[in-house]
């Protein structure tokens, strides 16, 4: 969370910034909150200093031999991650003095992608801030991106984000999509039919490599 901007709710700094900052992140990073272990789970509150009023309460518990991280901004969203801690440690039978690490860079992906930056861009998002993230481009630069993708790629992407959703629906995009998959070009049709044009268009393209007969 430290990484990502937050600092603890009861820091005293003056931070100028949410950004990644090196120095910050070491001296935060030498000890935890007063309280930090409740019975059976644990728990630390966090802040990103330019919206001190939302706090991200990071709680971890324990749930069989997995961990169970919960992040509730109040009034804002919640994010949830379900990890195995014996996947980070070299052998499953752990002894205190003995422990070796392994796959970290994995567990800290995992936490940035399904916690922290999650967490960073609602709480921005909510005072009405802008992120640096995928979301926050503009609409014209999404689509434009998304021109370049595979349609497999597309309708993933549009799964994501409303904002990519949205961009998935232009017919701009599916005009793009068909004249470089199936050379269709000058088509001027609505969104839903365009897309029903591709999926005929795909259909068929599979139908041919299936039959391995040469295309029309």
């Not at 440690?89 to 970290?104: D, E, H, P, R, Y």
């Not at 481009?137 to 993708?149: A, G, S, T």
């Not at 050379?183 to 005929?200: G, H, Q």
Request: glycine letters at 2%; proline letters at 4%; a positive charge.
């Amino acid at each position: 969370m430290v990484e990502s901007g937050f600092v603890h709710k009861a820091c005293t700094d003056l931070v100028q910034d949410c950004d990644f900052n090196y120095k910050r992140l070491l001296r935060h990073s030498q000890s935890l909150p007063a309280n930090w272990k409740l019975h059976n789970s644990y728990r630390t509150d966090f802040v990103l200093k330019s919206a001190p009023h939302l706090v991200s309460n990071l709680i971890c518990t324990p749930v069989a031999d997995d961990l169970l991280v919960n992040c509730v901004i109040k009034d804002v969203d919640t994010f949830s991650v379900l990890l195995d801690p014996l996947t980070y440690f070299t052998s499953s039978t752990v002894q205190l003095g003995s422990v070796a690490f392994q796959s970290l860079d994995h567990l800290a992906r995992t936490f940035k992608n399904r916690i922290a930056f999650p967490a960073k861009i609602a709480v921005v998002a909510a005072t009405g801030g802008i992120c640096g993230c995928f979301q926050d481009l503009p609409h014209d630069l999404l689509v434009r991106i998304m021109r370049y993708l595979r349609i497999q790629d597309v309708m993933s992407l549009a799964r994501t984000c409303r904002a990519a959703c949205q961009s998935a629906q232009e017919p701009i995009l599916w005009v793009k999509l068909l004249d470089a998959d199936f050379r269709k070009k000058n088509i001027c049709k609505t969104y839903e039919e365009l897309k029903f044009l591709y999926e005929i268009k795909y259909a068929r393209e599979l139908n041919r490599i299936l039959l391995n007969r040469p295309p029309n």
